[in-house]
């Protein structure tokens, strides 16, 4: 795949006005991505779940214009933001080879999310892939003949080239980005939908937010992904996250949940281990991270459930398990763990099957 292919031919007329509206999910990395190349090329594959209750809902409102540049106001929760508007000007030229019309509208984005702002859930992914999916939509009325598969393949392209990870926040529920051997129609270009089989004990299976720091992170991923250029051990480590996407595709057709859970939590502590290691170096995890950790073991060992954990790059924890372990587990989580939450908070989520248009 090239991308060229997602060029459009020139356009036969455009829209005076319009709106158009869609709302996309957060995701969480089993096999992480950390570290790029130029042009939001990923320097290994990573893998995911797509999240159901975790998204960002996106309002594009768009009118002509004559002026020169690109011209935009965005909105979250009804309030203007200015600081949105660097990182958007950013994407949109990134974009525009691929979508021609972006500079003869001015849009006014209205955007708000399920989860709180400064929850330290990073909306990147959601936001990006929701905004990417508005812009879809519009190319769509100026060209019908856009079919569903290309749409969703076009909204992953434009959505990495806003924020990596928001590739995988197109469809559900398990995506892969990034080219990898053994990963028929993998691409370090878009998220695919993960091609093999998957045993049932992965099905809506859950994901428990853990709130543990709200605050912003002292460094961001943009950041961080450019130290692993660097990294002593960036080969490594690129290495090992292939072979850990061949562990997993073992792991999700056997559904082997002891094999998943080593798995999935080498990766997220290996993600801050490369964090800890590089050139400056820094720490994302809090003493309530790790207090969590220890408790999740413990919790593990002495009841044999399929509990684990996985991290973003922040402090906050993801608790995965399985659905027929629910109500022990979150049971668990209310009474031992909510304690190491900011205010208590924690949100509930699953699997999800992506994102999805809003009718206005
Ligand atoms: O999409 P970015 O640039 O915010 O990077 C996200 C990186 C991790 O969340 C730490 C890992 C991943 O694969 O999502």
């Known amino acids: 795949m090239i991308a060229n292919e997602f060029i459009p031919k ?70 203007l ?31 708000s999310n399920t989860f709180p702002h400064s929850s330290g859930i990073a909306s990147s992914a959601s936001g990006m892939s929701a905004l990417a999916l508005c812009l879809m939509q519009i190319e769509q009325q100026l060209n019908p003949d856009i079919s569903k598969e290309f749409f969703n393949k076009k909204a992953s392209f434009l959505a990495r080239l806003g924020s990596g990870s928001a590739c995988r926040s197109v469809e ?36 428990t937010i853990l709130l543990v720091d709200k605050g912003e992170k002292q460094v961001s991923s943009t950041v961080g992904h450019n130290l692993m250029h660097n990294h ?22 056997s559904g082997d949940l002891t094999a998943f859970i080593s798995i999935v939590e080498r990766e997220a502590l290996t993600l801050h281990a490369m964090m800890m290691s590089s050139d400056p170096y820094f720490i994302l995890m ?44 979150q049971k668990f989580i209310e009474t031992e763990l909510a304690v190491y939450c900011q205010n208590g908070h924690f949100i509930e989520d699953k699997l999800g099957q992506g994102a999805q248009q809003i009718k206005i």
Request: charged share 20%.
């Open 286 to 329: 809090k003493p309530n991270t790790l207090e969590i950790i220890n408790k999740i073991w413990a919790f593990r060992a002495k009841t044999g459930l399929h509990i684990c954990f996985t991290l973003d790059a922040g402090a906050n924890v993801h608790v995965l398990f399985p659905d027929n372990e629910a109500d022990e587990i």
């Open 10 to 79: 020139p356009y036969k007329h455009l829209l005076e006005s319009g709106v158009v509206a869609y709302s996309a999910p957060s995701n969480i990395a089993l096999v992480k991505y950390w570290g790029k190349k130029a042009h939001q090329i990923p320097a290994n594959p990573s893998i995911s779940f797509t999240l159901n209750n975790c998204k960002t809902s996106t309002m594009l409102t768009f009118e002509r214009k004559t002026s020169k540049g690109f011209s935009f106001e965005v909105f979250l929760d009804g309030e």
């Open 172 to 207: 559900g529920d398990l995506i892969v980005w990034g080219t990898h051997t053994n990963i028929k129609g993998s691409s370090d270009l878009v998220g695919i939908k993960y091609p093999y089989a998957v045993h049932p004990n992965f099905k809506n299976y859950c994901d």
């Open 232 to 253: 002593s051990f960036a080969k490594q480590r690129f290495a090992q996250a292939h072979s850990n996407m061949d562990a997993l595709i073992s792991v999700l057709k």
């Open 81 to 111: 933001q200015e600081d949105f508007k660097p990182k958007i000007e950013q994407f949109f030229s990134r974009i525009e080879a691929y979508l021609p019309f972006l500079a003869s509208y001015h849009f006014r984005i209205e955007t």
